[in-house]
């Protein structure tokens, strides 16, 4: 089952915060997080597992609550090359060895 | 320079000709996966690969078949494509093949848009 992404999209001006959500109905062990640009392959970001601190760098970061089996990614001051659609991937107890993605958050930049 | 390697990167093709996407890896990795991609939808699994002759089937693989017989290789083959196999496929690997998780960041190649007429 895909975790569910929250906003499907959102517009921002350089300079502004924006957090997007992953939420998934099973117990997660790890979340990843990919950046895609139009056109071309997803870019890994960053991985948060069970049991692990708050990741981040530069201006990007992330958090992962296990108890209400949800991620945040953070994205702080926001710069042109942010745009794109950030997808989300979760590893659950019963999936085995699958990497399931959310449906995705469209972020677009602008000066 | 670590890749993954799909060809071909667009491909039209008519419904029932069976055709076959290849991917390749130059890292040693145990793990591969293909993904197609819809909008809306995200990125689905089709299959994945633990490692040589280990393969399982992800959230959506009817009307695929994949193999593994070398390390480096995980091809895809569609027998008989259906227009609703329209898609952009992913194929990806990475390190971690042991145990419950994927837990290595995924590479991905550079995508093949699949048209079927």
């Known amino acids: 089952q895909q975790p569910v992404q929250s906003p499907q999209a959102v517009i921002l001006r350089e300079g502004e915060d924006a957090v997007i959500n992953c939420s998934s109905s099973?117990?997660?062990?790890?979340v990843h997080w990919y950046r895609q640009k139009h056109g071309e392959a997803p870019v890994f970001l960053m991985i948060?597992?069970?049991?692990?601190e708050q990741k981040g760098h530069e201006k990007i970061s992330a958090s992962f609550n296990e108890k209400k089996q949800q991620s945040s990614l953070y994205l702080t001051a926001s710069q042109l090359s942010y745009s794109g659609t950030y997808f989300c991937?979760?590893?659950?107890?019963?999936?085995?060895?699958?990497?399931?993605f959310g449906g995705g958050t469209r972020l677009m930049v602008k000066p | 320079e670590a890749q993954v390697t799909q060809n071909p990167r667009y491909l039209i093709t008519v419904t029932g000709k069976k055709l076959t996407v290849t991917c390749s890896q130059n890292m040693n990795h145990e793990y591969m996966s293909w993904y197609r991609q819809d909008p809306g939808l995200g990125l689905r699994q089709i299959y994945y690969?633990?490692?040589?002759?280990?393969?399982d089937k992800g959230d959506v693989p009817e009307g695929y078949k994949v193999s593994r017989k070398e390390k480096r290789n995980f091809p895809l083959i569609l027998e008989s494509p259906s227009p609703n196999q329209t898609s952009l496929y992913f194929c990806a690997s990475s390190y971690s093949g042991q145990g419950l998780f994927v837990g290595e960041k995924l590479f991905f190649g550079s995508g093949t848009q699949l048209s079927v007429l």
């Open positions: 991937g979760t590893e659950t107890a019963n999936a085995g060895n699958m990497l399931t």
């Open positions: 690969s633990m490692n040589v002759e280990v393969t």
């Open positions: 948060l597992l069970k049991g692990g």
């Open positions: 099973k117990a997660l062990y790890s």
